[in-house]
């Protein structure tokens, strides 16, 4: 009999990582973990990491680097080094990495599978990428389009810390942050989406726990010339045909933030006035759903070759 491939959290304990490791019991996987009181000893980290086929890093930017760098370093001990998903922001735009975003285009399942290291896509580029990529791979948005992305997130995607802020009494009910305009989400978004001018992102959370709405409002005019809002859908539906995590739906008047609360899956949508001036482009997923575990679950499956149930 074939032994179920050994997969490895680190951070298991942490908001992604409860969640990847409560998604991962519908996987033929057998989930090493490390005894709770040992969890940042590196020495136990080290032992769990090479007895696997994949570890999976939920940690902090820096520690993520850590973690990457010790792995780094079993190859050239002569010991087999396990293939690595990374769920934090630090390898996303890294060369060497490959993207974890299956939907992104038709050869990415493919990379996925054979890479030996994919970085999970963060939870807005998830959004975002997912509305333009298509436009630009179709020739209707040019690189050079000026983008605006408004988002707002539950309060999980800050992690354990914002989730002890909001969850104290008196956490505020909605704010904008990321007001300097530089937001650890933008070089990912501008590399995976093909843009050559850096998009304008205004993140925001509110007082719920999950639940994100990412939107991305277009002059139709400043799209390339004849391009018709029926162009935008029939770009995103054709893109999305085969997927079953993404979906395109028909406008809404209201969307609320927080319906798809414990899915995997992610819906697009083409808003527009009338005559078709404007249009509104938005994503709504769970952040901790498709915006990080969910796809997490996704780019397993294909990095150990096994079908998600
Ligand atoms: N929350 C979200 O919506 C998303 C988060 N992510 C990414 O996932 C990563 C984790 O985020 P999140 O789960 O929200 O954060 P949390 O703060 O909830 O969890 C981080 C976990 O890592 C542990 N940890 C920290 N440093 C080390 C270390 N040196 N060695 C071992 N364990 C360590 C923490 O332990 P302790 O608490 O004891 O310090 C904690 O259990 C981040 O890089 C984030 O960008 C990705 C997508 C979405
Ligand atoms: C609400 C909130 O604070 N969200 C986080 C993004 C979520 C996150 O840290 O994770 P990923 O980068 O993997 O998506 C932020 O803006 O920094």
């Not at 010790?70 to 998903?85: E, N």
């Not at 305009?181 to 719920?208: C, M, N, T, Y």
Request: aromatic share 4%.
């Amino acid at each position: 009999m074939v032994s179920e491939p050994v997969v490895f959290i680190d951070g298991e304990a942490g908001t992604t990582g409860l969640e990847i490791s409560e998604r991962l019991l519908s996987l033929p996987v057998q989930i090493h973990s490390v005894d709770p009181a040992r969890r940042k000893d590196p020495q136990a980290r080290a032992e769990a990491m090479q007895a696997a086929d994949l570890v999976v890093l939920c940690l902090p930017d820096d520690a993520s680097r850590d973690a990457v760098e010790m792995i780094g370093q079993f190859s050239a001990q002569g010991k087999r080094a396990p293939k690595i998903l990374d769920a934090s922001t630090a390898f996303r735009t890294a060369p060497g990495w490959v993207y974890g975003f299956p939907e992104l285009a038709a050869d990415q399942p493919e990379a996925i599978m054979r890479a030996e290291r994919v970085s999970n896509p963060g939870c807005y580029p998830t959004g975002a990428i997912a509305l333009l990529r298509p436009l630009i791979d179709a020739g209707v948005m040019e690189p050079s389009f000026p983008v605006t992305i408004n988002a707002v997130s539950g309060y999980t995607g800050g992690g354990r810390t914002m989730i002890e802020e909001q969850e104290r009494a008196g956490g505020p009910a909605f704010l904008l942050y990321g007001l300097n305009l530089a937001h650890k989400h933008l070089p990912e978004i501008r590399q995976h989406a093909l843009l050559d001018r850096r998009p304008i992102f205004v993140p925001s959370v509110g007082h719920f726990p999950r639940g994100m709405i990412v939107s991305i409002p277009v002059h139709m005019d400043l799209l390339v010339k004849g391009t018709t809002v029926e162009d935008l859908r029939r770009i995103l539906e054709e893109h999305y045909a085969a997927s079953s995590f993404v979906t395109v739906a028909g406008p809404e008047n209201t969307l609320v933030a927080d319906t798809m609360a414990g899915s995997d899956g992610m819906e697009l949508r083409v808003h527009a006035d009338a005559e078709g001036r404007h249009a509104v482009l938005t994503a709504r997923l769970d952040n901790l759903g498709k915006g990080a575990s969910g796809a997490a679950i996704q780019n397993i499956a294909l990095m150990l070759g096994i079908s998600p149930n």
